[in-house]
């Protein structure tokens, strides 16, 4: 009897839990998480996810807007996951992108970015890329994000955290910092989440009631 290789040998429990739900990369759970803790999503909604493959978060995006809602899935890399009709995919650079073809959606009602930059092992220069590719999610957010609209950005944790949050505050009227529990304990990756794009865009001053929650002790 030939015995049959078990494709999932070798993953790690949480990326074998998100192969078998369909999903191709465990990064599927954080975005639940934070879908749970913030309810980003409803059927009919506009999306848009930048640094998008292997294509876990966009299948998550997809299947909570449904067939009315439209999914926008940008990466540098291509992505050989299959989608429903509702998800259109781009390979490209989202700081080259131009701006109709990344706006084929807009306005949206979320701004995804998970992008991480390729990891040199020097955690200044990867920390400063990171921040340099979450701060162009949010300028994409701000600019392509309908009033009252909801950005979550993927950061790693650094000295320049706080900048972010302050640019994050600018534009959104409450700011979150998740790091979802499927988060690999080794990572200093954490989520902002700016809920409630300001009508005007234009907000020069950090808002009085704008809050920044920390949700990442527990
Ligand atoms: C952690 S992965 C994203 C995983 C994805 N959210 C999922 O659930 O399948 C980060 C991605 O960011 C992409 N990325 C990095 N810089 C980018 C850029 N300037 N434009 C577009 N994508 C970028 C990388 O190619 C990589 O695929």
Same mark, same amino acid.
């Given at each position: ?84 009709? +509702? ?117 020069? +001053? ?13």
């Amino acid at each position: 009897m030939t015995r049959r290789r078990n494709p999932y040998a070798g993953q790690d429990p949480a990326t074998r839990e998100a192969k078998a739900r369909g999903y191709p990369a465990r990064s599927v759970f954080k975005l639940q998480e934070i879908d749970r803790r913030t309810q980003l999503f409803r059927p009919g909604l506009h999306v848009l996810d930048l640094g998008a493959a292997p294509g876990s978060w966009s299948l998550y995006a997809s299947q909570k807007v449904g067939a009315r809602g439209r999914v926008l899935a940008i990466d540098l890399q291509p992505i050989e996951q299959r989608f429903e009709p +509702n998800v259109v995919v781009l390979q490209g650079d989202a700081f080259d992108l131009e701006s109709d073809r990344l706006g084929q959606f807009a306005p949206y009602d979320v701004v995804l970015s998970d992008m991480a930059p390729r990891t040199s092992g020097v955690k200044f220069q990867d920390q400063s890329a990171s921040l340099e590719l979450y701060l162009r999610a949010l300028e994409v957010a701000a600019t392509l994000g309908k009033p009252r609209s909801y950005f979550v950005g993927k950061l790693f944790m650094g000295p320049d955290f706080d900048t972010a949050v302050r640019a994050t505050k600018v534009h959104y009227s409450k700011t979150r910092v998740i790091r979802p529990e499927g988060t690999r304990s080794v990572s200093k990756e954490v989520f902002l989440v700016g809920m409630g794009l300001r009508r005007s865009n234009d907000g020069e +001053n950090e808002p009085q009631d704008g809050r920044t929650e920390r949700v990442t002790d527990r």
